[in-house]
């Protein structure tokens, strides 16, 4: 009797364990069981609702101790460091130095993308038929991400690239061109080209989380493509909606009243 | 030459604008605004407003108002520039469609009216303040003019999304209570709404009174609260045909600033689905600083009213 019951509360611990591992896989894990999400009225797998990660990359997507106002956090990168081409490690260095006025978010200007999907903000997604909206907080950036369709042909530069999206499986997958030199990657001097290309998946785990994977690739800055990896997760209030952060136009009265 | 390089600066240059159109004279009629659309509005034809697959009003799509040149909300007489022609009111229900300032308030747009800097008339003065869209600022309800809406609608939501310096609204259509503290003060304000019959409500509060009604100094307080009606219908059009068109009004009662509340109405049109790209507005603005200060414009932090009993 006690050896079943003994076999039995193993049997129980192992299988609540493996369920509360499966819900938030970890980067470097394998891929959770499939969760199968509602479907919005066009057919979609619903991944409406207003996200925010909860993580440090906003500061650093590397690996990084503390700082004064600057929490210490693991990066998002997988498999490690950035692999940066020697010129450009030399350059993201520099940036690190001067990031209090080089970095672009200091002056209030688009983050680009990923960044935007990390910045410690909240957004929202909205999908229709022909496309889906990210509504960000963060300086009301949005960005309107076509289905079913090409991307124009360039040179384009954009803030925040140009978007196109497809479903694979569950998957929102979202690929991305058309971008300035002018955004970094964190407050950490992290950057990229003109030649940026990035390959966002935000794939549902369950019900208030998705994982945020996006491939970043960008030949004249790194010596190959590399992968962050993160989850996002479903702000809970009640009362919860998007309010406003006007960065451009504080900073403007800032300036022109002192 | 200051107005020119500042005009220039903020982009308004007259004599070679960019995307603005050069009327003929001779052939341009007033534009319409509100009386005309109340004059179109004679010949309403029923409709069915279409519900979405959850059953709410349906106003999903891209819709427009007409060709706005200047945004004055107030009739312009005469032509102020080859690209300015002269336009109709947007107020309905003042008498004389303009708006009802107390007398303090019209003294304020006077005077920032003097100092536009336009060099159009009555801005003769010194440099006061720019419009606050030359900062990349739009609002309630300057946004309905401001470029075509492509609307969104999720369960309980409508989502407007507008090119023009990335801006969107997100109107909760359940009738939810205001329930953010007045302090909270938004450029955009706060927006709740209700199904009214097939119509949209939209209680805008939370205003900060730093955004102008249009580029003319027509503004208000921060005490300011908004109420905007959306509503489906269709018009006869004079060749016959039909056309569904929203009647779109807004409702400004600012009892500090005004004698009255009074309204705007004005249709928005559907427009061909077009992409929404980019608009990065102050990252093109990076030199509008140096301008402003150059020129001696100051911010416009809004204004606040006299106090009620001043005359004490």
Known sequence: MAHRAGWLVVLIAVAAGGVVAMSVPAAGQAAAPAFTPRRTWDGQPDLQGIWQTANTAAWNIEDHHGELGVPAGRGVV???????QPWALA??????????TADPESKCLLPGVP?????????????????????????????????????????IEWWMGDSRGRWEGNSLVVDVVHFTDRTWLDRSGNFHSDALHVVERYTPT????????????????????????????????????????????????????? | MVVLVVAALAGWLPARPSGQIIYDRGATVRQPRAPAWLREKLNMRPMTTPRTPWGEPDFRGSWGTEEVTSDSIERIEDWLDPATPPTETFIVD??????????????ERTKMRMGLSRGWPGEAG???????????????????????????QSPGYVHVNIGWGHYYRTIPTDGRRIDLDPSVKLWMGLSRGRWDGDSLVVEVSNLNGKVWFDSYANFHSDRATMTERWT??????????????????????DPSVFTQPWTMNLPLRRKTPEEIWEHACHEGNERLLEGVKTHGFRWFGGIAPPPADATR
């Open chain 1, 91 to 100: 350059r993201r260095n520099e940036h690190r130095v001067h990031r209090r």
């Open chain 2, 94 to 107: 003042t008498v004389d469609g303009k708006v009802p300032y107390q007398p303090w308030a019209a003294a």
């Open chain 2, 126 to 152: 010194p440099p006061m303040h720019m419009d606050p869209q030359s900062y990349c600022v739009t609002g309630i309800p300057r946004i309905t003019w401001r470029d075509p809406w492509l609307v969104q």
């Open chain 1, 206 to 258: 369950d019900a208030t989380h998705l994982m945020y994977e996006a491939r970043i690739e960008d030949p004249k800055v790194f010596t190959r493509p590399w992968t962050m990896r993160m989850p996002l997760y479903k702000r809970q209030e009640a009362n919860m909606e998007l309010l406003e952060y006007e960065c451009a136009l504080y900073l403007l009265e800032a300036e022109l009243t002192k």
């Open chain 2, 232 to 253: 489906q219908v269709r018009t006869e059009q004079p060749d016959g045909t039909d056309r569904v068109s929203i009647d779109w009004s807004v409702r400004v009662d």
């Open chain 1, 78 to 84: 997988i498999g490690g460091d950035l692999p940066y």
């Open chain 1, 115 to 155: 960044r935007a999907t990390y910045m410690p903000f909240p957004f929202r997604i909205v999908q229709s038929a022909t496309q889906i909206t990210m509504f960000y907080e963060y300086a009301h950036a949005t960005r309107n991400i076509f289905l079913n369709s090409e991307h124009p042909k360039g040179p």
